[in-house]
């Protein structure tokens, strides 16, 4: 089955501890990306992948890290977390064309205490 | 830059009434448009894209949506609601002539509730 697989869906820490969500996609997509969700904000996006080794800064990237070594995979990493990361994080992927639609995972929530 | 303005946050409707969810773009060239939906705890699905084809666009689940240029609009309908399609709705735009891959701007959402 074709699918964005994010890992964890729930996760709770406090303020500087170090975390990682994973994302892997088995479509063979060049494209990949993470947005975060926001009440009333809707989607804004964290940073995003073309291809391998190829990763930019979206809208909101202060405070977050990423990495694509592999086609499949683009996990976001959080090396100070902070009460305003708190929130839902998607990770989503596609062809590269503007007119591909994204696939996107069930989403991680993460609470920052 | 482009932005893409959803008006109303929540939307309410009676079961088999009109569903209408309203968006509307800026964008400098014409743009590739979709409508997405996110029922809870899930991710967004894709209900339907506009991509310089035909402007009237049918999507799954019985919504279309129009693109009207003139009134940069893309507003989002169903004839008739049913209590499934209680979820979150989301605009996004993308420019075609990005040549950064598949950047979308997405809209804030609209939460449309079905009442019986």
């Known amino acids: 089955e074709a699918q964005v697989t994010q890992n964890p869906r729930y996760l709770i820490t406090v303020t500087g501890k170090k975390l990682t969500v994973t994302c892997s996609q088995n479509m063979n997509h060049e494209y990949m990306s993470w947005y975060r969700q926001d009440p009333g904000l809707g989607l804004r996006q964290i940073y995003y992948s073309m291809n391998v080794e190829v990763t930019d800064k979206g809208d909101v990237p202060e405070g977050y890290k990423v990495s694509r070594k592999e086609k499949r995979n683009f996990p976001l990493i959080l090396e100070s977390p902070s009460p305003n990361q708190t929130s839902l994080y998607f990770c989503?992927?596609?062809?590269?064309?503007?007119?591909?639609?994204?696939?996107f995972g069930n989403g991680t929530r993460l609470t920052v205490t | 830059a482009q932005s893409v303005t959803q008006l109303g946050s929540h939307v309410s409707v009676s079961e088999g009434a009109l569903v209408l969810l309203r968006c509307n773009y800026s964008s400098s060239v014409p743009p590739y448009l979709f409508w997405y939906v996110q029922y809870p705890n899930q991710g967004l699905q894709l209900l339907l894209k506009y991509t310089s084809a035909a402007t009237l666009v049918k999507g799954i689940n019985g919504f279309e949506a129009e693109f009207k240029k003139s009134e940069t609009s893309f507003h989002l309908t169903k004839p008739s609601a049913h209590m499934s399609d209680a979820a979150e709705y989301f605009c996004a735009v993308s420019d075609p002539g990005n040549n950064a891959g598949n950047m979308l701007t997405f809209g804030g959402g609209t939460r449309l509730m079905v009442k019986p």
């Open positions: 989503a992927s596609s062809f590269r064309r503007g007119n591909s639609p994204l696939h």
